[in-house]
């Protein structure tokens, strides 16, 4: 019984202090995102490409560095991090001069979303994967979407393009959280930071767009 106990307890601590490494890159991943974004704020679209292109090589690389150095998983997280803001700048720079309103309106209904969607994926004990799976191949749908709005003019698209990205990312929000709190040891640490950061980012942008009309 108290062989039990303790190993219960062991866990339970485990996993908080996997919890409170993950949160800890995902805050350090967004300051270095602030940075770029501040950094590339007056970059032309093309260095604005390269920029995020080379955000997600970051990401590709990540899933290889994780088993071999934490370190190195570390600075390509903050790499990431880093390049997308490059990418990003303009973009955020845009609407902060056109409609600062609208930036701090997404950035606080984020940290609601996020807060909301994220407590329920790491408290609940029903298995999400499912979820998850139906998540990822509804954002393959997305990606469709967004590529046909760009040759079609679909009434309201764009509003509805967000909350269509909304509603897949809360799945994927609490499916990541739960893979957060069933995750052992920190070896993962860095690729769970990365996909809780990117779904905070996209959430971000897709509020950013339904505030700022862009439609």
Not at 58 to 72: K, Q
Not at 113 to 128: E, H, I, S
Not at 154 to 163: E, F, S, V, W
Not at 179 to 188: D, E, P, V, Y
Request: proline share 1%; aromatic share 14%.
């Amino acid at each position: 019984m108290s062989y039990s106990a303790s190993y219960v307890t062991a866990t339970r601590d485990q996993t908080r202090t996997l919890f409170s490494h993950v949160m800890w890159l995902v805050a350090l991943t967004a300051g270095t995102f602030a940075l770029g974004c501040y950094a590339g704020r007056d970059l032309s679209a093309g260095w604005s490409i390269i920029w995020f292109i080379a955000g997600f090589g970051c990401l590709i690389a990540l899933n290889f560095a994780r088993r071999a150095s934490d370190a190195a998983s570390v600075t390509l997280l903050l790499a990431m991090g880093l390049l997308l803001g490059l990418g990003m700048g303009p973009v955020v720079a845009y609407y902060t001069v056109t409609s600062p309103q609208a930036v701090w309106q997404a950035a606080g209904a984020t940290a609601l979303f996020m807060a909301g969607f994220g407590a329920y994926g790491y408290a609940t004990r029903r298995d999400l994967s499912t979820i998850g799976r139906i998540s990822f191949f509804a954002l393959v749908g997305l990606i469709i979407f967004a590529i046909i709005l760009i040759f079609v003019k679909i009434p309201h698209g764009d509003l509805i393009y967000a909350i269509l990205g909304l509603v897949i990312f809360a799945g994927l929000t609490m499916f990541d959280f739960q893979r957060l709190r069933r995750s052992q040891g920190t070896a993962s640490a860095a690729l769970i930071a990365a996909s809780i950061f990117l779904d905070a980012l996209n959430v971000f942008l897709f509020f950013l767009r339904i505030f700022g009309g862009r439609d």
